[in-house]
């Protein structure tokens, strides 16, 4: 029987706010496994804001997609045929080879998820690359200490989401920014204790309000207008956790950095940029805090979803412009 | 006998670049030194940048000048009188009382100074604050690693010139900035391994062109555009110091920040704002190693010299012009 995969591959590089004619969807044969190799058919595809570096011809620390070439990413799928041993019809796996529908490939570089009541996809998000990332990233290099507060900028997104909730079990106090009021109010019942709507009125303004004493440690995902307000309510010695700067990914003319550099040395703030691959000595604290968190239901997540492999650019795109709660994924069975 | 000083007063706060009418010379009458009190003859006064930001009436890890009042900073004068045992008459002492000749004052918060070959007002440069600077902020932030390459900005002022001689003695590889042919032949001269005027062509090429491979190591004494060349030629990991921005200090309008701080995540790049005091418990370290280092002749140094409490203004302005090469100083005695 043959079996085929529709998946979606890089057009042409996207200048600026990336369309969906950057993409296209092709169809592929897959042959059968050889010795050492898996059928997987993907059943969930993780798209994330990282992903739009790669689609700049530049080094950086993956390497960049590659035009006319399938996309990568993580995936959620089950196994069809093995030809390996670790792996049996079934079993659910967890890979970097998202964005499309099936592929034939050796089973080494795959992951078997554990057997737990958990849904899988929550292994692209909770307990997957965001949950890593805000769990490592924020007790790494934020250093939270009880009865700080914390400013969390996207944390309606997947990272952002768990960011607050580890900051409120750290004992901290939770300003969180978002840019709908629908989204405050899910954080909210989250334990954030303020939210401030970044497209309504003065951002510095509405920060200043939400964290009158200052903050402590800020969790950026965002960049631009937000690090320059952060820096200016910034308290001695804060932490700047810098992972992510998604208000600036598209920009096709660079735009101007923080007006207030200066405070980084009067107020001696830290700040740290990261990725998750820097965290990979945490992931055994990790899976076991986060674990346990999860199945206590001390930590809560959304998800987002679009269908099918057509709408993977789609999912993509909306990152930008902020359509997610929580974790955006597409289903793809 | 009645004794006078003359001493330098905040006469108005400077907007934009301090000029010479931002001061005033008043004399004052210095009364005998009552119980535990010491009448000082200052023979030498440092003037920093850091003594600009105390000029804005804004709160900060020092407060701010007063209008009308004398002003502060290091200093290294003769006890003339002394009414506590701990001090004789002839002692060199080392106090936070320049910008005046003489006072009188409290014993206990003045150091008394070792008795060494050293000339006295070297504790006001390479074994004193700025020498710490230097040497605490250089090796506790940068985390130098044999090999590396180190760019220093303001590299031939007090704290960059001794940061360019460290690094050399850590086995770095030294880029320096400056801001004429004759601080970058001086630099040369002290072992730097490449030197950059910035005033010369575009900043960014020649940094790139002297550090070829990038920079492990930023110093920043500068901010501004240097602070945007050096996140362009980092290399991962990366350690930013950050010391100082004499670039921005001076701003009337807040310029806007370097245009690649998502540089900072990508390359997960460490940026550290500090200032000495957080340094303290580097003090003995320091002084036992960058001693024997000055004692061996291993570090040296310059001086830019003013004469007489009343050039001590134009000493400060001086700072800004890039007048000094090495410690700026005013000679009082």
Redesign the interface.
Known sequence: MATTSREIRLKSRPVGMPKSENFEVAEVALKDPGPGEVLVRNSWMSVDPYMR?RMYDRP??VPPFQLGEVLQGGAIGTVVKSNDERFKEGDLVESMLGWREAYVGPAAPLTKLPQTNVPPQAYLGVLGMPGMTAYGGFNRYGQPKEGETVFVSGAAGAVGSIVCQVAKLRGCTVVASAGSDEKLAWLKSLGVDAGVNYKKGNLLENVRAAAPKGIDIYFDNV?GEH??VALEVAR?FARFV????IS??NDTT??????????????????????VI?LIDMREQFLSEMGGWVKDGKIKWEETVENGIANAPKAFLNLFTGANTGKMLVKLD
């Open positions: 570096g950086s620390y960049g690090l320059e001695p810098e992972c992510g700067m600036i990914y660079p735009a101007p950095g923080p007006r207030n550099m200066s405070y980084i040395v009067g107020k001696r703030i830290n700040m740290k940029g990261f990725i820097d």
